[in-house]
C-alpha cells in the first residue's frame, strides 16, 4: 500500500490481496491519513489488487461511511474487470464511486 497527498485529495495505491488478515492494517492506515488530513477526495485505487474477499467490499464501504463524515467523497479508481464484476454484484456500483479506465462502471441491477 502506498499513500500519496494532493492538496485537495489523497490517493490510496492498494497491491496485492485484500483478505481479511490485510484489511485491517489498510483501513488502519487510510483511516489515521484521513482523519489527519480531512481531504474532500480519497482516491482508493484497486489497478494494483490480484484478489479480494468481502473484506474488501467492508473496507469500501467503511472509508465510504468516513468521508461522508467528513462531507467528502470516495472514488473506487481503476478497477480491474474481474474485480468490477464483484463489486458490482455487491451493489457498490449503486453508489456511483467506481471508476475503471477514467469510465463510470454503471450497476447491472
Given amino acids: 500500500m ?3 497527498e494532493n492538496e485537495d485529495s489523497i490517493t490510496v495505491y492498494l497491491t496485492g ?3 481479511h488478515h490485510s484489511a485491517r492494517g489498510i483501513r488502519e ?3 489515521a491519513v484521513v482523519q489527519m488530513k480531512k481531504p474532500s477526495v480519497l ?3 484497486f489497478s494494483g489488487v490480484n484478489f479480494m474477499d468481502s473484506s474488501g467490499i467492508g ?3 467503511g472509508r465510504y461511511r468516513l468521508m ?3 462531507g467528502g467523497v470516495v472514488r473506487v479508481v481503476n478497477v480491474p474487470e474481474g474485480l468490477a464484476k464483484m463489486m458490482n454484484l455487491s451493489g457498490l456500483s449503486a ?3 467506481m471508476e475503471r479506465r477514467g469510465e463510470k462502471i454503471e450497476s447491472t441491477k
Fill in 17 to 19: 490481496d485484500i483478505d
Fill in 2 to 4: 502506498k499513500i500519496s
Fill in 68 to 70: 461522508s463524515l467528513y
Fill in 95 to 97: 453508489l456511483d464511486i
Fill in 43 to 45: 482516491n482508493l485505487d
Fill in 59 to 61: 473496507f469500501i464501504m
Fill in 29 to 31: 492506515d487510510t483511516d
